[in-house]
């Protein structure tokens, strides 16, 4: 027991480790200055760009307000947004409307494809299935999540320790009481909400679904 919890603490801060890089985009204006390699909005482009919608009802008199809530912005996500509230807007939009319409702009961004995070295999190099197929192992993939290998899901399996079973399922009852025959189970993966590939995952079956939806 003590040996699994000392697991979990060490796959937590590994996961960290490899999660961090990418969860902390904004620290103030200096790392976003650093992430975007210097192409960070200017206040006067900022004006020039807002200007657009001076035509809208209620402008107001300074964008000083809109500035402080909006600097974070790319020039292309402050521009995509613009040009949606020009078309969409009566009234000059608050910040709180721009981020909405930034938000929606980066969901429908192109995802980026997982890198390659593989490396050579030290170790075996074939494993032998249950059904006695040899798979040759050349290189391993490193995963964010050793535990559900950046699927977001693990799987377990109900049944009796000498039951065949695929071997790297781990025993665990699942939850029904009942008496019942052997299966195999799948649970969400404590990482889902943190690990970037399964994020990744997620946001491209977001993004299928809601173009099925539209059309
Ligand atoms: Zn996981
Ligand atoms: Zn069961």
Redesign the pocket.
Known sequence: MADAAAHSVDAEVARRAAVEPEARPTEGRVGRLEAHGGRVVTFAAFTQTMDRLSGLKFKPSSLQTHWEALSDLSAAELDAAVARAARECEEFPAPRMIRALVDDYRRDQPVPEEEDRSAPWRGVSEIVLPNGVCLPVKREWRYF?E??S???M?SFWCGAKSSVRFPWLGLQRCSRRKEHGEHEWVDA????DT?PD?QRKKQRAMQVTRKQANG
């Open positions: 999540c535990e559900c950046d699927t977001g693990r993966c404590p990482c889902a690990n399964v």
